[in-house]
Structure formats: structure tokens, C-alpha cells
């Protein structure tokens, strides 16, 4: 029965991730088409099925004869469904194009936008709606109103082909897929930000007895039903650490919270608590950007690596990923800091700025293995940037990550634009009292302007000490 359950419930979730992401839109622009066609049909029972002079005459003469219009109607739907099986088929091979090169990450920003939703679900439920007018053609029923609309807006679908074309195109170009996943990361922030504003980022003192839960699932937590929990745990006197956050990925027996109390519980208190926090923790098999920022930020360094890397060769959107990382931290380290709610008897870290400053690092490793130094350069612009900036709590983030991305640097060659970056980080560094990370990169510096002059191999640019 539990298997049973299980299987219901991923069958369900998946229904509802897929009306979410894409067809819900589609769905309801179809369902109003269906609508146009039962008033139109409607209509024309109301002005041409009634005896008496006939109403708009014009119109009559020109689309009265009801084996013309049903001829009519027989190119125009056919011609449509050519129409939309070849432009969709040719803006699938488009993004398919793209995120070979990019990242298949392409295809969750594609499907995402609402535009190519209403796009998509416009060809569709036009073409439901001429075939429909078509089938209800009949001598005793002439679907003159049907006939113009379906002429009227088969011209405008002809129209939005050239315009679904490019805009798809203009998606396709590094610097909107970028940008877009950029913003939907932002968005996606003030949604989960919504969510951690209400726990607090430690567990409180004098709590003797903790016990961790882990899950029997597998998939990604997507959710979290803050309300639910905080209830279970007032009930039972409680406090409830969540291990598991937004967007991990959760296998058997993977810890999935953890309970606080100041003396134990055992029994049916202990079950009950625990099926309580279970249900609450929403867990999907993908995951999703729309309330989960991190995955925004996987999907950034994903792209990075896959065409910075001796794969692609491509440094311009590493680069661009650099600029969007330097927003995202600047952001969220600054002016969309989240508070804490001191009240609260859940615990959650918020490891937002964390995950980005560590997706800089994952660009400096990369720049070094397919030796761009461009990429490089832009890597230490972006963390001298940040470092004369962040709040104190971030620094030593940035510093570490200074530290850990030293040793990478043997790898280039000292260009004049990564040299300037370099002593830029290092001024940052010592006006922020880190003097120790700022002499390591001025002694890193030096070492590598050693080699300039120097023939050395392509992997071994500052000869190592034997």
C-alpha cells in the first residue's frame, strides 16, 4: 500500500509540475478557443437559422455557400496543422542547437517564458477551433461567422510565425538565456526568502535531546510547509532542524530533519511528530527555479563550465555568468538581506550567497583547466568587486575562496588584465583587514611574473621546485 501511495502521489506531482511549467498556459488559451467556437456557432444558429431577410448580406453573399466554406475550411485547417508541425519542429532543433552548446539547462528557461506558451497554445487551439467549424459545416447549419474568424486569425498566425521565429532566436543567444535564468533566480529568491524569513539560522540552546529523521524517498525537496511544522512542533514541545534543504537532492536513508527537544520523545508522540514533518517537506523528483534560487545558480555555473571548458572554448558566457554571480551576491548579501524570526521553531541555514561565491570558485577552476584568461581575469575582477563591498559576515567566504583559487594561477599567463585584477584583489583584501590573503596573492604575483620571458609547457606555465 505504501508503494502504492508513493507511486499515486509522484504520478500526481508530476501532473502538477507539468501544468505549472508549461501546459496550464496553453491549456486555458485551447479551452478559450473551444469557448469562441461554441459563441460563434452559436451565433451563427441566431442569425442565419431563422427565417426572414437575411442579416448582413455581404457577408452572406461572400461566405454563404456552405460547400465553399467547407472547402475553405478544409485547406485553411490542414495548411494550418502543416504550418505549426513545421515551425515548432524547427524551433525544437533551434533550442535543441542551443543547449548542446550551452547547457540543457536551456530548455527549462525556454519552456518557462510565458510568450511561447501563449504561442504555442495559440496554434493549438486554432487549430482545434477551424476543425471544429469545419466538422459543424452542414446544410443545415453554415458557419459564417466561424468561417471569418478562422480566416482572420489564420492571417494573424501567419503574422506571429515571423515573430515566434525570432523571438525564439533572440532566446537562443547566450546573453538571454543568461539573463533570463538570472532573473527567474532573482524571482525565485523573493519566494524562497518569503519561506526562510520565518525560521531562525541556529538551534536554540538547552535542548538535550535531539534525534534525526532521514527519509525512505528518493528525489528532490521542492517545498516546505512552514505553517504544518511549526504547529507539529508547538504540540509537542519541539524544536525542528531542517538538514535537508530547498533543491537537495535526497536518496534512502538520507537525513531529512532533525528534532530538538529538552526531554525525549518516544512512542506514538515521536511517530506522529514525524509523519507530521514528513508530509510537510514536499519532495519531487526535479527540481524547480520558480521557488528554488540555487538551482538558478546550478543552471549558471552549468553553462560556464560546459563552454568556458577545453569542451567548448567559449569564454564570453563565463564571462557573462561572472556579471550575473557579482548581481546575485551583491543582492542578497546586501540590500535582500533576509532577517530571522527569533520566535520560530524551525531552524534553516540560508546558504543562498554561499552556493554563488562557491559557483565563482567552480569558474576559477574551470578558466585554469582550459587555461582562458579572460575568464580568469573577469573571475578576480568579480571577487575584488564583491570584496570591497559585502557585508562582514560574507568576507570570509570570499577570502577562502581567494586562498583555495591561488593555486590555479600557475596554469596562466600573467596578461596584463590579470595582473591588474590581481593587485586590485589584493588592495581590497588589505583594506578590509585581510592582510594575510593579500600578501599570499602578491607572493602568488610575483612567482608567476617569473615566467614572463620564460618558455615554459603548455601545463606547467611556473616551473614547480623539484
Known amino acids: 500500500m505504501k508503494i502504492v501511495n508513493r507511486a499515486r502521489d509522484q504520478i500526481l506531482a508530476l501532473i502538477r509540475r507539468s501544468l505549472r511549467e508549461f501546459i496550464g498556459l496553453p491549456l486555458i488559451v485551447v479551452a478559450a478557443f473551444l469557448s469562441l467556437f461554441a459563441l460563434s456557432y452559436l451565433l451563427d444558429d441566431a442569425l442565419w437559422g431563422r427565417p426572414g431577410p437575411t442579416p448582413l448580406p455581404w ?17 485553411v485547417a490542414s495548411g494550418m496543422i502543416t504550418v505549426t508541425s513545421i515551425t515548432f519542429s524547427l524551433l525544437l532543433i533551434a533550442v535543441q542547437q542551443t543547449a548542446s552548446t550551452l547547457s540543457t539547462h536551456v530548455y527549462d528557461q525556454f519552456i518557462q517564458r510565458r510568450s511561447n506558451k501563449l504561442s504555442f497554445g495559440f496554434f493549438v487551439g486554432l487549430s482545434v477551433f477551424v476543425l471544429l467549424t469545419l ?77 534525526t529523521v532521514r527519509t525512505d524517498a528518493y528525489g528532490v525537496v521542492c517545498g516546505i510547509d512552514l505553517a504544518t511544522i511549526e504547529r507539529s512542533a508547538a504540540e509537542h514541545d519541539a524544536e525542528i532542524e531542517i538538514i535537508a534543504r530547498v533543491g ?65 572554448q567559449n569564454p564570453q558566457p563565463a564571462i557573462l555568468v561572472c556579471h550575473c554571480l557579482r548581481d546575485i551576491i551583491a543582492r542578497w548579501s546586501s540590500a535582500d538581506a533576509i532577517p530571522e524570526n527569533s520566535a520560530s521553531r524551525i531552524v534553516y541555514a540560508d546558504r543562498g550567497v554561499d552556493d554563488a561565491i562557491l559557483a565563482i570558485a567552480a569558474i576559477g577552476v574551470v578558466a585554469s583547466e582550459s587555461m582562458q584568461n579572460t575568464l580568469a581575469a573577469e573571475v578576480w575582477r568579480t571577487l575584488a568587486t564583491l570584496i ?41 583584501l588589505a583594506s578590509r583587514g585581510e592582510p594575510d590573503a593579500a600578501e599570499a596573492i602578491r607572493a602568488a604575483a610575483e612567482t608567476l611574473a617569473e615566467s614572463i620571458g620564460t618558455l615554459n609547457s603548455r601545463g606547467t606555465r611556473v616551473p614547480t621546485s623539484a
Open 59 to 75: 457577408l452572406a453573399h461572400l461566405l454563404g455557400d456552405t460547400g465553399a466554406i467547407a472547402s475553405l475550411l478544409g485547406t
Open 135 to 211: 466538422g459543424s459545416a452542414n446544410p443545415d447549419h453554415k458557419p459564417i461567422i466561424g468561417a471569418l474568424l478562422s480566416l482572420l486569425m489564420t492571417g494573424a498566425a501567419l503574422c506571429m510565425v515571423v515573430i515566434l521565429i525570432y523571438s525564439t532566436i533572440d532566446q537562443m543567444r547566450p546573453h538571454s538565456v543568461i539573463t533570463a535564468i538570472h532573473d527567474h533566480t532573482i524571482k525565485a529568491r523573493a519566494v524562497d526568502g518569503g519561506m526562510i524569513a520565518g525560521t531562525r539560522r541556529t538551534p536554540r540552546a538547552g535542548l538535550s535531546w535531539s534525534q
Open 248 to 312: 537537495t537532492n535526497l536518496a534512502f536513508r538520507d537525513p531529512l530533519f532533525c528534532i530538538h527537544a529538552a526531554r525525549s520523545l518516544l512512542g506514538d508522540a515521536l511517530l506522529a511528530l514525524d509523519r507530521s514533518i514528513t508530509a510537510a517537506i514536499k519532495i519531487e523528483p526535479r527540481r524547480t527555479i520558480d521557488s528554488d534560487a540555487g538551482f538558478g545558480i546550478e543552471q549558471l555555473y552549468s553553462i560556464a563550465w560546459t563552454t568556458a571548458s577545453t569542451s567548448k
Open 388 to 428: 570591497d563591498d559585502v557585508p562582514a559576515a560574507q568576507l570570509p567566504a570570499l577570502t577562502d575562496t581567494v586562498q583555495r583559487l591561488l593555486s590555479s594561477l600557475g596554469d596562466h599567463v600573467l596578461t596584463r588584465d590579470l595582473e591588474e585584477e590581481l593587485s586590485r584583489c589584493r588592495r581590497s
